[in-house]
Structures are given as C-alpha cells and as structure tokens.
C-alpha cells in the first residue's frame, strides 16, 4: 500500500531543497573565485586551494557535531544560525586584505557553518517527514533540487565576477545566502516520538558503537571519502584545468552549470531506483562509472566539445551517491540519530575534499599539471566500487537500554 505524502511534507522538503540550493551552490562556485583572488593577493593557487581545503575539512569534522546538536535540539536554531554565518563570512572575504583572513573567511567560518545547512542536518528534516517507503525518493528530490544550485549559482556568479570583480560578486552572493534564515523557521523540530519509537531507549552513545561495528557502515563511511575526493577536486581545480588547457572564459562557468543541470536529473533518477533497488549495487556502479568516465576524459583531446560532454556524463554520478547513502544510514541505523550518524560518514566525504583540493593546488603548484591527481581519482573510483559490494542492507536492531540501578 503507497503511503500517502502531505501537503506539509512537500512544503517541508521544498523548503530543505531550497536552503540546499542556496549553500550548495555557494560551495560549489567557489572555484570560480580562485584565480581572480589569488592574482588580485598575488599568491599561487595552492594558498587559496588551502582556504577551500579547510573549508572542506572543517565542514566534514563539524558536521558530526553539528549533527548531534540538530538531532538533541531541533534543526531550525542550526539552519538560521549558520546561514547568519555563511552569509558573514561571505561578507568578510570579500574584504580581506591578508591571507589569513582568506584562511579565517572562507576556510573557518563558512567551513565550519556549512554544516548547518547541508547534508546531514537537512537530509534528516526530510526524513522525519517522509513516508520510511518513499524516503530515498525524497532524499533524491531535495538533492537534485539543492545540488542544482550550481546551475543558477555557478553562471551567476561567474557573470557577477566579470561584470562587478570579484568583491562585488562575493557581496551579492551573501545577499543570497541570507534567505535561509527565514526558511529554518519551517524547518524547525527534531525527530519526535512516533519516528523513533523503537529507538528510543538506545542512547547515542549505544548507537554509535553499534554502527563502529558495522563494516557496512565503516564501507559507506570509506566510500564517502572518494566521493568527496573526486567531486571537489573537479569543482575547485576544474576552472583552472581548463584555463591551463586555453580555453574560453565562458567555459568553466558553463561547465559547472551543465554538471548541476545532469547533476539534478542524476539524483532524482537514482533517489527513485533506490527505493526500488538494491543501494550499495547502484553505489558500486556509480563509483565506477566516475572512473570509467574520467578515464575517457583524460584520453581524448581536451577541448569546449570533449569538455562538456564530460561535464553531462560527470553530473549524472555527481552527487546521486548522497540520497542513496543516507538512506542507507537510515535504514541500517534508524532515523533516531542519522544527523550525527550521517555526519559522521559526511566528515569521510571532507577528508576526501581536503586531500583533493589541497593535493590538487600543491602538485599544480610544483609540477605544472594536474595529471597525477586525476590518476588517483580513477583509482580511487575502481576502490570505492569494490568496497560497496560486500555492504550486509539488512536494518540493525537497537542495543537494549541501560539496566536500571
């Protein structure tokens, strides 16, 4: 029997998917902005590589705790507070006249605020208001949605540089970035006693260290790592990939654009198989399929042809591994904790960012090429698909409460 979805759910989701559209985006524009902020500081590209690598590490490291928080407190304080942050941040690398305000700015406070307004805390609004049936599809939805910031984000902001400099775009940006806050009053609530009725006697701590000893967990968690690994590599080195190659200005704007556009039809298509089909099956084609198409990329003749059919093919497996992994998490583990739970596979998904985008700035730097990072994006594709296969699907049941005293 379908489980029938309300009017408020729909609301609920399309406020989450909006609050993603708008973070998201931000996050995955900033590419754009590393060779005009590195030439007007006149420093190399890893300096400001290592501002967007901390930025990705702190969002990973905070999003468990972050997490915990939304789960104990309710989600609508940590959406409004860090969209206050973001949009502050914003604000302050915009007027950045040092390096380690660019560090502070869009390393720490935009870092570590986006974990508010992101997967873990957002992924789990949706799925306490969800029916358990359609979740993965849902989680598909305000992926797409969200993700596909990018498509009105990227080539807006890439028009607002040219246009306005650099400064200009990153003030219009946190304009933007303040219409969250009004959307967390939606959002408010934590999941209530009906959601988790057979979990609530276990404790977070319980639950923990029942997903420690999980190795499907512990495979999710390392599959997340190359999933961050090869998405932010892209997204932060990209602009700079294709400049080095001569090509038009136009060209990584439009690209990223064309990821976000296949990225949203990506997500959704997978959110829905996964309520129908086995998750870690489509997990392990996905990762393999990154590797198989960014071999075939680095093959041919780079070129604005070769460039966006890979950016179509790339946006179908760009981030369709979200709905499809915390929905795993949910079923493996319950919805009791996922915001910590899924926070904690989402730091993986950082770690694997951090390495990239500093990686990535520091061999460019030294060798002139990106080539060796892109290897190791392949290699790591063909890794994460192994990894997934063995993953046991079947929901763990709940450590019993403590014994009374």
Request: charged share 10%.
């Amino acid at each position: 029997m379908t489980e029938k979805v309300s009017n408020r759910a729909i609301f609920i989701v399309f406020c989450a998917s909006m609050v993603l559209l708008f973070s998201m985006g931000m996050r995955q524009s900033f590419g754009l902005f590393q060779s005009p902020i590195s030439q007007a500081f006149g420093i190399g590209i890893s300096t400001f590589s290592f501002s967007l690598a901390l930025q990705n590490l702190l969002w990973g490291v905070s999003q468990p705790f972050v997490g915990a928080i939304a789960d104990k407190f309710g989600s609508g304080r940590v959406i409004a507070v860090a969209g206050v942050c973001q949009a502050l941040g914003l604000v302050w690398l915009a007027t950045a006249s040092s390096v380690w305000e660019l560090h502070a700015s869009a390393g720490l406070i935009i870092g570590i605020s986006g974990a508010g307004t992101t997967w873990a805390v957002m992924l789990s609004v949706i799925a306490r208001n969800v029916p358990e049936s359609k979740r993965t599809l849902f989680f598909g939805i305000g992926g797409s949605v969200g993700t596909g910031g990018q498509i009105l984000l990227a080539p807006l902001n890439q028009f607002n540089i040219i246009n306005f400099g650099w400064v200009g775009a990153l003030l219009i940006l946190a304009v933007m970035i303040s219409f969250i806050v009004p959307l967390a009053y939606v959002l408010k609530g934590k999941t209530d006693d009906h959601s988790a009725s057979k979990q609530q006697a276990e404790t977070l701590l319980q639950t923990l260290n029942r997903a420690r000893q999980h190795s499907g967990y512990l495979f999710l968690t390392a599959g997340f790592f190359v999933c961050g690994f090869q998405v932010m590599f892209v997204m932060a080195h990209l602009p700079t990939f294709l400049k080095t190659q001569g090509m038009p200005d136009w060209l990584p704007g439009t690209a990223i654009s064309i990821i976000g556009i296949t990225n949203l039809i990506g997500t959704f298509g997978f959110g829905y198989l996964g309520d129908k089909y086995s998750k870690k099956y489509l997990l392990s084609t996905l990762y393999f399929s990154r590797a198989v198409v960014i071999s075939i990329f680095l093959i041919f003749p780079i070129s604005v042809t070769s460039v966006l059919i890979f950016c179509f093919c790339i946006g179908f497996l760009w981030l369709a591994t979200v709905p499809l992994t915390n929905a795993l998490v949910g079923q493996l583990f319950g919805l009791k904790y996922l915001a910590t739970l899924a926070g904690i596979v989402f730091c993986s998904h950082q770690l694997g960012s951090f390495a990239s985008i500093w990686l990535g700035g520091y061999l460019y730097d030294s060798t002139g090429s990106y080539t060796l990072v892109w290897q190791i994006a392949i290699a790591l594709g063909v890794v994460a698909a192994l990894l997934h296969l063995p993953i046991n699907e079947t929901a763990t049941a709940p450590e019993p409460a403590p014994a009374a005293e």
